[in-house]
């Protein structure tokens, strides 16, 4: 079993930047292959960022240069560092793991484990 808890939503205006914090136990962190997601109101879940099969991240069209997904094995916690907020990046922003794979996929049936999700909001 994998758990994750994310921290560092809250409330941004567009431009500015915030950096989410996924802390995993349960696993070694090294191990599990993790993703971002979000949600927004009405919406469907949506893939945000992963790290891909040489470790370099992977990401949507719609944030790729303003988000950077990273990791620290030794904190047990990756990241998303997210800057250029706009409006439309307002969700609520899930981490999710797998042990079954080395890196991670844009589909969020790859993931077995997810976070409790934090929300994001982005005025204008």
């Known amino acids: 079993q994998v758990q994750l808890v994310e921290s560092g939503g809250g409330l941004v205006q567009t431009g500015g930047s915030l950096r989410l914090a996924c802390a995993a136990s349960g696993r070694t962190f090294s191990n599990i292959a993790m993703g971002w997601f979000r949600q927004a109101p009405g919406k469907e879940r949506e893939f945000v960022a992963t790290?891909?099969?040489?470790?370099?991240?992977s990401y949507a069209d719609s944030v790729k240069g303003r988000f950077t997904i990273s990791r620290d094995n030794t904190k047990n916690t990756g990241y998303l560092q997210m800057n250029s907020l706009k409006p439309e990046d307002t969700a609520v922003y899930y981490c999710?793991?797998?042990?079954?794979?080395?890196?991670?996929?844009?589909?969020?049936?790859?993931?077995?484990?997810w976070g409790q999700g934090t929300q994001v909001t982005v005025s204008s």
């Open positions: 790290f891909n099969w040489n470790g370099g991240g």
């Open positions: 999710a793991a797998t042990t079954s794979r080395y890196y991670g996929t844009s589909y969020s049936g790859s993931y077995d484990y």
